[in-house]
T-cell receptor
Framework: DTEVTQTPKHLVMGMTNKKSLKCEQHMGHRAMYWYKQKAKKPPELMFVYSYEKLSINESVPSRFSPECPNSSLLNLHLHALQPEDSALYLC?????????????FGPGTRLLVL | GEDVEQSLFLSVREGDSSVINCTYTDSSSTYLYWYKQEPGAGLQLLTYIFSNMDMKQDQRLTVLLNKKDKHLSLRIADTQTGDSAIYFCAESMEGGGNKLTFGTGTQLKVEL
């Protein structure tokens, strides 16, 4: 089983809303990632968690707040977003961070900020 | 630098072979990946190759790596309409915390 699941599939929110994206994997992976992807562009790394601790924050604005409540779950809390934050948000997981650990991606949440 | 370049678009006829190319600049990359992304979907891992290998074959897919020229290619034999998608190459480096640097993506269109 190499499945990473993400909910919701689609999300529309206003600039004053608070919402959360969820990601789950049951492969026993200890590293989880959030990426942002604009149309026709490659994914851009946002955050990396390793063993439930934040390992990498790629200078992401504070209106994005990640959370890793346990080794299987990764959340991304959204607050006061801007229209330019509209994108596909992808979650991924890997065994670890050794530099040779294949990342498996979820289907993404397509976010539209009005 | 960590620039990874791909041609933007490739069009082939069904049944022909497709070759998608990727060039990278960082010689310390250790693992190179090919991902496929269909419209509205996430990234599907197709295959990967270690940097100490020259070639890897997996059913219809053949990956060639030329380390001297920092050139990676993905050949899809007997291309089908279901192969239409965007293909991203990606590299990761030892000691890089498993960060992936993605190429710009190649949109493959398969015509009947």
């Amino acid at each position: 089983d190499t499945e990473v699941t993400q909910t919701p599939k689609h999300l529309v929110m206003g600039m004053t809303n608070k919402k959360s994206l969820k990601c789950e994997q049951h492969m026993g992976h200890r590293a989880m990632y959030w990426y942002k992807q604009k149309a026709k562009k490659p994914p851009e790394l946002m955050f990396v968690y390793s063993y439930e601790k934040l390992s990498i924050n790629e200078s992401v604005p504070s209106r994005f707040s990640p959370e890793c409540p346990n080794s299987s779950l990764l959340n991304l809390h959204l607050h006061a977003l801007q229209p330019e934050d509209s994108a596909l948000y992808l979650c991924a997981s890997s065994q670890g961070l050794a530099g040779q650990e294949t990342q498996y991606f979820g289907p993404g949440t397509r976010l539209l900020v009005l | 630098g960590e620039d990874v370049e791909q041609s933007l678009f490739l069009s082939v006829r069904e049944g022909d072979s497709s070759v998608i190319n990727c060039t990278y600049t960082d010689s310390s990359s250790t693992y190179l990946y090919w991902y496929k992304q269909e419209p509205g979907a996430g990234l599907q891992l197709l295959t990967y190759i270690f940097s100490n290998m020259d070639m890897k074959q997996d059913q219809r897919l053949t990956v060639l790596l030329n380390k001297k020229d920092k050139h990676l290619s993905l050949r899809i034999a007997d291309t089908q309409t279901g192969d239409s998608a965007i293909y991203f190459c990606a590299e990761s480096m030892e000691g890089g915390g498993n960060k992936l640097t993605f190429g710009t993506g190649t949109q493959l269109k398969v015509e009947l």
